[in-house]
């Protein structure tokens, strides 16, 4: 049985920095693709970054380019996503998602498999 954990999130100041990390159970992140998304109240699920199987293939935003850096640990099996230059906009509860095509989807529906998520609140 899969399972996806986040932990990482808190909160933090404006122009502060968070690590957020995804701990995988039941599969090995290194075959698949791993997205992270975000929703805040009142608003869609949408797309923050992901990382191709291959894991040298990433792909951001336009929100978080320059900010955020998505990175994993094979030996771990977790994947992270560093938050830098955090905004009050980027207040949001963050999950991280398995694309079992390993293509590192933008669109949501992809994912089968689904973390809790973790609760982001940036101060201003």
């Known amino acids: 049985q899969v399972h996806l954990v986040e932990s990482g999130g808190g909160l933090v100041q404006a122009g502060g920095s968070l690590t957020l990390s995804c701990a995988a159970s039941?599969?090995?992140?290194?075959?698949?693709?791993v997205g992270w998304f975000r929703q805040a109240p009142g608003m869609e699920r949408e797309f923050v970054a992901s990382m191709h199987w291959q894991g040298f293939i990433t792909y951001y935003a336009d929100f978080v380019k320059g900010r955020f850096t998505i990175s994993r640990d094979d030996a771990k099996n977790t994947v992270f996503l560093q938050q830098n230059s955090l905004k009050p906009e980027d207040t949001a509860v963050y999950y991280c998602a398995v694309d079992p095509y390993g293509s590192g989807s933008r669109n949501f529906s992809v994912y089968n498999y689904w973390g809790q998520g973790t609760q982001v609140i940036v101060s201003s």
């Open positions: 039941g599969l090995t992140l290194h075959t698949v693709a």
